[in-house]
């Protein structure tokens, strides 16, 4: 059986074989997908293996999805709430704690997918940010999988409905 996925040091350790040459899905059996792994393990090569390096780029993710909720309520005439709702997720690893401070997959994928709507927002008139929120949702599934087709299935009706008419057909092929 797995150990716990709630335990931050498996997500660490198995970024840490991963430096030492083991492959996923081969070498260490897991039942997630593969990009929180990736992650740690390339934030470990460039910075060295310690859990601060690996908190730091959580930390790191988590200021994204910060200023991408931020950017969804500005865009959206929200006036003085874009603060507030940005604030909100920057306060939610403290009203969370421990689950949104730490190097976990459902972390990275809750960032993931903050980050992929920001870029859906941008994609509805741009085929370059609509390729760039499609990477992030794939992101998003490959690090927890039902949150990744669940915001597909969002994210894809909304370019597909916001769009303007002439280019709604590309942009959601884009985004896909």
Same mark, same amino acid.
């Given at each position: 059986l797995e150990p716990n996925l709630l335990e931050e040091g498996l997500l660490l350790h198995v970024g840490e074989r991963m430096l030492a040459g083991? #492959?996923?899905?081969?070498?260490i059996v897991l039942?997630?997908?593969p990009v929180p792994y990736v992650m740690v393990a390339g934030i470990f090569s460039v910075f060295?293996? +310690?859990i601060e390096v690996a908190r730091i780029g959580v930390a790191i993710l988590q200021g994204l999805a910060c200023a991408s909720v931020y950017n969804l309520a500005r865009r959206s005439d929200a006036g003085p709430? !874009? #603060?507030a709702s940005a604030a909100s997720i920057a306060f939610a690893p403290v009203l969370l704690f421990p689950l949104l401070t730490i190097a976990f997959y $459902? +972390?990275?994928a809750t960032s993931l997918a903050f980050i992929a709507a920001g870029l859906a927002l941008r994609g509805v008139r741009s085929n370059g940010w609509a390729f760039a929120a499609g990477? !992030?949702? !794939?992101? +998003?599934a490959l690090s927890k999988? $039902?949150?990744g087709a669940l915001l597909a299935i969002g994210l894809v009706a909304t370019i597909a409905a916001c769009a303007p008419a002439r280019e709604r057909l590309r942009? +959601?092929?884009?985004?896909c």
């Open positions: 083991d #492959h996923l899905y081969s070498d039942v997630t997908g060295g293996s +310690t709430w !874009a #603060h $459902t +972390t990275i990477v !992030a949702i !794939a992101l +998003t999988q $039902t949150v942009r +959601t092929l884009v985004l």
